[in-house]
């Protein structure tokens, strides 16, 4: 799960984002609303988690444009916290409301929730391609495959997850990779996918534009 957190806090903003990591939900801090809204447009991710006091200025605001082209579930992680205050947040589309100062353990158990929620569970199934993302586990006409790797197996899933659709490479990359990722990398790990697979005809090449898997 990939989070957007946006805290101009230098402390409070180290601390959770290590919180969050130790917990296994990968991290992006941003400090200012304009690169909250720069990231949150431009990149994939599972949850925002938003402070709303970002320098004098109110992230409510930028919720309220963001969801007219992005439904991201967020959160509100903030000191405002009159009724009135939480009343706005929900009539902006948040998903969960979390007044400072708060329990590190309430904060994971509510991400948690949101995730189960909002991510497919169980079985993704395409062609005799079966994967169990509670196993983390991939089957090929019921036998499981052993030698995928994270990356791999990451790969796979977002494309079945999106299954019929073409998904960009900027996408997978930044998915995936995030800045440390590069056209050649995603080739190298489609290729690689492809050989052990045994089906160099499911992941399909759209040129110019991405990857896509037909069922």
Do not use: C
């Not at 991510?119 to 499981?144: A, F, L, R």
């Amino acid at each position: 799960m990939k989070i957007l957190l946006l805290e101009d806090d230098k402390e409070l903003g180290k601390a959770l984002k290590e919180l969050l990591e130790q917990n296994s939900f990968e991290t992006e801090w941003v400090e200012t609303l304009e690169d909250f809204n720069l990231y949150a447009r431009t990149r994939t991710f599972d949850l925002f988690i938003m402070d709303r006091a970002i320098k004098n200025k109110d992230s409510l605001y930028t919720l309220k444009e963001l969801r007219k082209t992005v439904t991201t579930p967020a959160i509100f992680l903030t000191v405002k916290s009159s009724l009135s205050d939480k009343l706005e947040g929900f009539e902006a589309n948040i998903d969960d409301y979390i007044t400072k100062p708060f329990y590190k353990e309430e904060l994971l158990a509510r991400i948690k929730a949101i995730a189960n929620r909002n991510m497919p569970k169980g079985i993704i199934k395409v062609k005799n391609i079966e994967i169990d993302t509670q196993k983390h586990t991939v089957y090929i006409d019921s036998k499981p495959i052993e030698n995928l790797t994270q990356k791999e197996f990451m790969l796979l899933e977002y494309l079945m997850r999106n299954k019929n659709r073409v998904v960009k490479t900027d996408s997978l990359i930044d998915y995936i990779w995030n800045e440390d990722g590069s056209v050649e990398t995603l080739k190298s790990h489609i290729y690689s996918l492809r050989k052990k697979l045994l089906d160099k005809d499911l992941i399909k090449t759209i040129k110019g534009y991405g990857y896509k898997i037909d069922e």
